[in-house]
Nanobody, 122 residues
Framework: QVQLVESGGGLVQAGGSLRLSCAPSGLTFSLYAMGWFRQAPGKERKFVAAIRSTGSTYYEDSVKGRFTISRDNAQNTVSLQMNSLKPEDTGVYYC????????????????WGQGTQVTVSS
């Protein structure tokens, strides 16, 4: 079966950095666009970043210039480098995979990871 496993979450101070990784299995990685979403307590899950199989990237406005999404098709991994973290970045971060054209909507994604907690203190 398909499984997406996230890692790299943790607690950091504002201004710090974290690198999240996602290791999908059970799917042909090169056929999927990959996305990162986050969910703060009591709020809906929202788009953070996505990368197509071609390498094209997309970012939510608040993370542009601070976060970088990348993929390694040889290793079947997708990463999210998060720099200059802010308290409002706090939440559970989810890795997701889709064959659909649209990559900024939760409804477009076929598979989801279990999530990893990111907490940014002030």
């Amino acid at each position: 079966q398909v499984q997406l496993v996230e890692s790299g979450g943790g607690l950091v101070q504002a201004g710090g950095s974290l690198r999240l990784s996602c290791a999908p299995s059970g799917l042909t990685f090169s056929l999927y666009a990959m996305g990162w979403f986050r969910q703060a307590p009591g709020k809906e899950r929202k788009f953070v970043a996505a990368i197509r199989s071609t390498g094209s990237t997309y970012y939510e406005d608040s993370v542009k210039g601070r976060f970088t999404i990348s993929r390694d098709n040889a290793q079947n991994t997708v990463s999210l480098q998060m720099n200059s973290l802010k308290p409002e970045d706090t939440g559970v971060y989810y890795c997701a995979a889709t064959k659909n054209y649209w990559v900024v909507n939760t409804q477009s994604y076929d598979y989801w990871g279990q999530g990893t907690q990111v907490t940014v203190s002030s």
